[in-house]
T-cell receptor
């Protein structure tokens, strides 16, 4: 079964508008972490934001916020005031202890390509 | 603080040849990951080290891929012999602890097998 599902292969947003990128996850663990990474065309994976499963407040980092709905197992990324430089692939990832042996693995979704239109 | 270093950045080889990639994680990071990212897809974990021990290599094609982290610091990933379907970006990442912590990525090695 897919651990991380990103249902939007591609998204378009007008410059200066807000956009939400969807992510749902599947886990039976109580302790896990959710991450969003940005991958521009250069290929580097850039960390954006992190949400822990026990965090009660939604994470925010500048223009990025994570809409964490634990009961629905969703962790959507919201980018406010989009900029042309936000055009990139965005990956949702989850870190959990699959094996129960204390080895936390990081699993990625298939990504969403965001294009910001001037 | 220096980031995760990878080399080479690009590599083109013929099928059936061998190739090796090198990764130096952030100083003090015990956990090191190798991911394979095929064009248009998300990264797929190949192998995870905790210090110099392997904690997960379930998705590593062991008939042709091997990886080591002998002193618990830098790591090499080898493919021998390469196949056309191995064309991908190979990403190395490291994280400080074993818990739910952020992983930092290198710039990756883009491999093309012709």
């Amino acid at each position: 079964a897919q651990k991380i599902t990103q249902t939007q292969p591609g998204m378009f947003v007008q410059e200066k508008e807000a956009v939400t990128l969807d992510c749902t996850y599947d886990t039976s663990d109580q302790s896990y972490g959710l991450f969003w990474y940005k991958q521009p065309s250069s290929g580097e994976m850039i960390f954006l934001i992190y949400q822990g499963s026990y965090d009660e407040q939604n994470a925010t980092e500048g223009r990025y916020s994570l809409n964490f709905q634990k009961a629905r197992k969703s962790a959507n990324l919201v980018i406010s005031a989009s900029q042309l430089g936000d055009s990139a692939m965005y990956f949702c990832a989850m870190r959990e202890d699959y094996s129960g042996a204390g080895s936390y693995q990081l699993t990625f979704g298939k990504g969403t390509k965001l294009s910001v239109i001037p | 603080e220096a980031g995760v270093a990878q080399s080479p950045r690009y590599k083109i080889i013929e099928k059936r040849q061998s190739v090796a990639f090198w990764c130096n994680p952030i100083s003090g990071h015990a956990t090191l990951y190798w991911y394979q990212q095929i064009l248009g897809q998300g990264p797929k974990l190949l192998i995870q080290f905790q210090n110099n021990g392997v904690v997960d290599d379930s998705q590593l094609p062991k008939d042709r891929f091997s990886a080591e982290r002998l002193k618990g610091v830098d790591s090499t990933l080898k493919i021998q012999p390469a196949k056309l379907e191995d064309s991908a970006v190979y990403l190395c990442a490291s994280s400080y602890g074993t818990g739910v912590t952020e992983a930092f990525f290198g710039q990756g090695t883009r491999l093309t097998v012709v």
